[in-house]
């Protein structure tokens, strides 16, 4: 059966078969105070031999735990048996992502005190020394990391086979070392990676090289991060502001956003000194609103609280500060390209996951070509680890123009055939199983039906995103299909968009993707649907005429290709709508049985399981418990 991405037997053959490199990427598993503050989540693990990415996944789709910040031994595990390797002595590198020693620079108050008032730079100064103390006295260091790591695996790498990175560089090596580009300027930006909160890079053959460096609290995503609290949103649901911006008029507040988000020298992004407080009474008092400038809440208003309804007033603010966020980027980034000459760009951290931020770069034409990390969240940082181990720790060959070269995404776990008819016969009292013929017309047929269908096939993707291995697939043509999937499974806010898979040959007949090569294979880039196809697919049109498209390419994702071809067929329609197999709260099913639970516990129709279709008996369903007594009544 054609599987979505290589088979973890041809990984094995070729390590057994000669002498390789293999360097090990993990991030997250931190402990101490630093994990109580956030800075601990989305663990994983990744592995690079001879300079390929040949596994990654994230800890949680194996503990289960949404954004898991533990340390990442199941993911690691998966990672050596993708590769056939007994045992973490068969490595010749490990690579961590985050420096201890490189926490609370003086960086942070030198850039950041001048601008302040006396009470500002008081607090800044404050908080700043009285982490870098309470870091000393919990004593933190890049040494403990690594006894962690022995603790952890029970394997001591000798001298000189584990070495600590810093953050941003390993977010920066995830972009550039998996794009088509012999050389680019690199940037990574996130609320904060030790004490920055962007830097750029220039990337060529013989590694990465320091450019420029903002440090925090002046951070384009602390900015974000404050105003998605404001509107009664929780940490991580950034993308949730992103979906709602289009609802809004950002000309309402966007004076407000002129005077925060400043341009400084070398087109650097200056947040309102008045903002840099906010470091200091962050969380709970934010959100209670007496954190915030009172400047801001008497413009603003009140905070949103999460039981509040959502009104025009917080959609505008979320477009005002969407449209602050773009000016801002994308000011510091044409000083990058004039200052390095650069013509390509790779981004990563956890702002490049702006989807919408990231289709208006690539539509500017500032650049050439822009490649986002498929896992531009800190998950990332594990593959970036890995593969400037490679390239530049052993001196493993230099990255060479690839320009047919693709970043791998399907890196997880898969399963064989035998396990997946083993959890279909141990769930055989709650499903029943057919094979059809046709897989892919079946499954074309059942879309265009109407039908929600799980879908579920060979490795799992790397990154956030399902990218056709552990999907849900849904009619994009029928207007209601999103509340139907909403109401079937996903149970999230009814304002969020869901995103369409397109076949490569028909992409630009139906998206306009200009800057993008004519493909978008992650989902990383919100572009136009031309004008005339926006009736034609209503389900993964936004309001504003975008989507958040993956392009589907035969060599990519065989299967997958081919559904979309069957239902191109069927319905002259060449999009399939395509979100993640899990229900809300939860990571993405990982195995066969997850994949049966979440089916069972949920309204979704069919579930298509490697080269089985099963369907529901009319019998027990495991959770959530709200969709119990519908799932049962529409099975029998
Ligand atoms: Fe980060």
Redesign the pocket.
């Known amino acids: 059966m054609p599987r979505g991405g290589g088979a973890p037997s041809r990984i094995a053959s070729a390590v057994r078969a000669r002498s390789s490199m293999k360097v090990l990427g993990y991030n997250g598993g931190l402990d101490g105070y630093v994990a109580r503050f956030g800075s601990s989540h989305d663990s994983a693990a990744a592995l690079v031999i001879d300079g390929e990415l040949v596994a990654a996944a994230e800890e949680e789709r194996f503990n289960r735990d949404k954004h898991s910040g533990a340390f990442p031994i199941r993911a690691m595990e998966h990672c050596l048996k993708e590769a056939g390797l007994r045992g973490f002595e068969e490595l010749d590198l490990v690579c961590y992502y985050h420096s201890h020693d490189r926490m609370w620079q003086p960086g942070m108050i030198r850039e950041n005190a001048p601008r302040m008032s006396p009470l500002g730079r008081a607090l800044l100064t404050g908080a700043v020394s009285g982490l870098r103390a309470v870091h000393r006295a919990s004593k933190l260091d890049d040494a403990r990391t690594a006894r962690t790591f022995v603790e952890r695996t029970g394997w001591a790498p000798p001298p000189g086979k584990y070495r600590v990175l810093w ?2 560089l390993a ?1 920066a090596a995830s972009a550039f070392y998996e794009s088509p580009f012999e050389r680019a300027v690199c940037v ?1 930006l ?4 030790e004490s920055h909160s962007s830097t750029a890079f220039v990337g060529d053959a013989r590694g990465l090289h320091l450019v420029d460096e903002t440090y925090a609290p002046n951070s384009v995503g602390y900015l974000y991060q404050s105003i998605t609290y404001f509107l009664g949103f929780e940490t991580g649901d950034e993308y949730k502001v992103m979906g709602l911006a289009p609802y809004g008029d950002p000309a309402r507040y966007r004076r407000f956003f002129e005077r925060v988000v400043r341009t400084g020298a070398g087109g650097r992004f200056v947040i309102d000194p008045e903002w840099l407080g906010w470091l200091v009474v962050r969380d709970g008092l934010m959100r209670a609103g007496s954190g915030y400038p009172s400047s801001m809440l008497r413009e603003l208003g009140m905070p949103r609280r999460d039981d509040e309804p959502i009104e025009q007033r917080h959609m505008d603010l979320a477009a005002a500060l969407q449209e602050a966020l773009e000016r801002a980027v994308m000011r510091w980034l044409a000083t990058l390209r004039d200052r390095t000459g650069e013509k390509h760009l790779c981004l990563a ?2 702002v490049a996951l702006n989807c919408t931020m990231n289709g208006k770069i690539a539509r500017s034409g500032m650049f050439d070509g822009v490649h986002v990390a498929p896992a531009s ?2 998950a990332g ?1 594990a593959a970036g680890a890995a593969l400037y181990g490679y390239h530049a720790i052993l001196g493993g060959a230099p990255k060479m123009p690839v320009s047919e070269r693709r970043a791998k995404v399907y890196l997880g776990p898969s399963y064989t055939t035998m396990e997946a008819r083993s959890a279909v016969r141990e769930m055989r009292h709650a499903v029943r199983a057919s094979r059809p013929g046709d897989l892919a017309r079946a499954i074309a047929e059942a879309v265009a039906d109407g039908k929600v269908v799980g879908f579920y096939q060979g490795r799992m993707e790397w990154g956030p995103r399902a990218l056709g291995n552990r999907s849900i697939l849904a009619d994009p043509r029928r207007a209601d299909m999103k509340d139907i999937v909403n109401h079937a499974v996903k149970l999230r806010e009814g304002f969020r968009p869901f995103a369409p898979a397109v076949l490569i040959e028909e992409a630009n007949d139906w998206f306009d993707l200009t800057g993008l090569g004519g493909e978008s294979p992650y989902m990383l880039f919100t572009v136009p649907v031309h004008e005339h196809r926006r009736d034609r697919i209503p389900a993964v049109t936004h309001v504003d005429g975008s989507a958040r498209v993956q392009t589907v390419r035969r060599e990519d994702n065989p299967r997958f290709h081919e559904i979309l071809r069957a239902f191109f067929d069927i319905t002259g329609v060449p999009v399939i709508m395509n979100t993640s197999f899990n229900v809300k709260g939860e990571p993405i099913v990982n195995t066969p049985m997850d994949a049966i639970r979440c089916f069972l516990g949920t309204q979704i129709d069919l579930l298509v399981l490697d080269d089985l279709i099963l369907d529901k008996r009319a019998v027990v369903v495991d959770r959530p418990s709200r969709t119990r007594d519908q799932s049962v009544a529409q099975t029998a």
């Not at 996130?190 to 990676?193: V, Y």
């Open positions: 953050h941003h977010h990574a996130d609320a904060q990676g951290g956890g969240h800190d940082t």
